[in-house]
C-alpha cells in the first residue's frame, strides 16, 4: 500500500461515562471533543491529549465479555504511551492529582519515561522522547 495513513482513535472500554470523562479530562488533562447520546445505553464519548494526536473512544462496556477486560485490555502489559514535551511538569501534575505511579521516572536511550496506572488500572508510559 502506498497511501498515507494515521491511526485516528483507540477505543478504551470504561465502566462509566461520567466518571471516564471526568478522570480523563481532570486528572490526565485531555480534552472532552464529542459526548453524543446514541442511545438510552450507549454514547459516542471522544477525548484527547490537549495537542491533539490519537484520540480515545471512551466506550462503556455493554455485557459480562467487554466488563472483564475494564483495566486489562493488553494483558498486564503497557497499553499506551504518551508523549510530552515537559516531562517534568507533566509527571508533577500527575502527582498533584493523585494518578497511581507505577515506576518513577527513569531516563532511558530513548528518553525520560515513567509508569503510571489510570482510573481502570490500564498502565501507561509516560515519556519524553529525546531529541532528534
Known amino acids: 500500500m502506498t497511501a498515507s495513513a ?3 482513535m483507540i477505543t478504551l ?21 464529542e459526548d453524543t ?11 484527547s491529549p490537549k495537542g491533539g494526536g490519537c ?4 466506550a462503556k462496556a ?14 498486564g502489559r503497557v497499553f499506551l504511551f504518551l508523549h510530552v514535551r515537559d ?4 509527571f508533577s501534575a500527575l502527582v498533584q492529582n493523585s494518578v497511581k505511579i507505577v515506576r518513577p521516572p527513569s531516563v532511558e536511550p530513548y528518553g525520560k ?6 482510573l481502570y488500572g490500564n498502565l501507561w508510559d509516560l515519556v519524553q522522547p529525546n531529541s532528534d
Open 37 to 47: 447520546v446514541m442511545s438510552e445505553t450507549k454514547r459516542w464519548v471522544v477525548v
Open 87 to 90: 516531562f517534568d511538569e507533566y
Open 13 to 33: 472500554v470504561v465502566d462509566d461515562y461520567d466518571d471516564a470523562i471526568a478522570y480523563y479530562t481532570t486528572k490526565l488533562g485531555f480534552e472532552l471533543l
Open 62 to 75: 455493554a455485557n459480562e465479555e467487554q466488563r472483564s477486560r475494564i483495566g486489562d485490555q493488553t494483558g
Open 113 to 118: 519515561v515513567a509508569v503510571f496506572e489510570d
Open 6 to 8: 494515521h491511526l485516528a
Open 55 to 58: 484520540r480515545l473512544l471512551l
